[in-house]
T-cell receptor, first 116, second 115 residues
């Protein structure tokens, strides 16, 4: 079964600093990878996804992630964070096969707190 | 926002009572999902549906049942609510024709408290 590990449960940073949120997954087969963001008291919003092609994926709000197959990682980065980036971030993985149930397995989340 | 609504948005109920949560979508997407979110656990899949009357269990299905009699509605029922089912429940949809495979879009959530 697939599993996703988000290595940091909480990440505090100062405004305008760079940030990296780490995500590792267990599958050795072809996968699709996702990052979602959840602002307080809201639902999850898709930040970016990797399906195929270029291993560097750009998403909304200046975030990007790099797929590393050999390391089974999909780390999320932003070069300069804002107060408004304070939220919880979830990494998710699915088996990259055509058809099927399209189920995702989520990590436990990383709470990013951006301090002034 | 993929046209997903959840009702009710908040509910407080007592142990042993039945509870039904509704997820409604307006755009005829094929796949629908119910998750629960608890601190320290992330999102865990309860049940999912891949078409009308086609449903299957997820990771944490005990104590929950679902029904999908119409494409647009996916109901989650707690037959006899317990305090361990206090949680935030999210509905999601996906459709390969919407945004590619496996890409899920989420509703706003329902906060359920079982006393």
């Amino acid at each position: 079964a697939q599993s996703v590990t988000q290595l940091d449960s909480q990440v505090p940073v100062f405004e305008e600093a760079p940030v990296e949120l780490r995500c590792n997954y267990s599958s050795s087969v072809s996968v699709y990878l996702f990052w979602y963001v959840q602002y307080p008291n809201q639902g999850l919003q898709l930040l970016l996804k990797y399906l195929s092609g270029s291993t560097l994926v750009k998403g909304i709000n200046g975030f990007e992630a790099e797929f590393n197959k050999s390391q089974t990682s999909f780390h999320l980065r932003k070069p300069s964070v804002h107060i408004s980036d304070t939220a919880e971030y979830f990494c998710a993985v699915s088996e990259g096969r055509q058809g099927g149930s399209e189920k995702l397995v989520f990590g436990k989340g990383t709470k990013l707190t951006v301090n002034p | 926002d993929a046209g997903i609504t959840q009702s009710p948005r908040h509910k407080v109920t007592e142990t042993g009572t039945p509870v039904t949560l509704r997820c409604h979508q307006t755009e005829n997407h094929r796949y629908m999902y119910w998750y629960r979110q608890d601190p320290g656990h992330g999102l865990r899949l309860i049940h999912y549906s891949y078409g009308v009357k086609d449903t299957d269990k997820g990771e944490v299905s005990d104590g929950y049942s679902v029904s999908r009699s119409k494409t647009e509605d996916f109901l989650l029922t707690l037959e006899s609510a317990t305090s361990s089912q206090t949680s935030v429940y999210f509905c999601a949809i996906s459709d390969p024709g919407l945004a590619g495979p496996d890409t899920q879009y989420f509703g706003p959530g329902t906060r359920l408290t079982v006393l």
